[in-house]
């Protein structure tokens, strides 16, 4: 007999997934924080950011900060293709762009289909992976975006733009 914890919890994560590339693997992010996809734009250099803290652009006269999704995971720099292009999530409120290789589609996983991330090392962070979607012969490695872009060792979003006038 299946666990009812554990069922009740895969449950909570099956739904709407906007999933793309990073290095060849996919990851998926919940459509419900993605506002917009955008290509690769203009990108105003911040001094004394994290190297994966690209800098900030000018969205439709909002500053947002952008950061490059291979470097915060401490993957290999790759050059920008035509298919690159920036995700903007909304983080409690706070929007900001994160650089993917190029974006897939929607996927409607169901929590059938989604398995809690392997444990391999009890030292390594998986915290901001809240599962593995199987979604079309592939797995799909699963984000909570906002604990990427907020959690431990990242970057304050709003303190980035707080001082910074609308353009």
Known sequence: MANPIQ???TDTRAGKYLTFELAGEAYGIEIIKVR???????????PRMPNYVLGVTNLRGKVIPVIDLRLKFNMEFAAQTPETCIIVVD???NQMGIKVDQVSEVLDIPGSDIEDPPTVDSSVDSSFITGMGKAKDRVNILLDIGHVITGPGMIDVAAI???MPEA
């Open 161 to 163: 733009t707080e001082n």
């Open 7 to 9: 069922e009740h919890s």
């Open 36 to 46: 917009e996809i955008i290509g690769m734009m203009a990108i105003t250099h911040v």
């Open 91 to 93: 983080v409690d409120g």
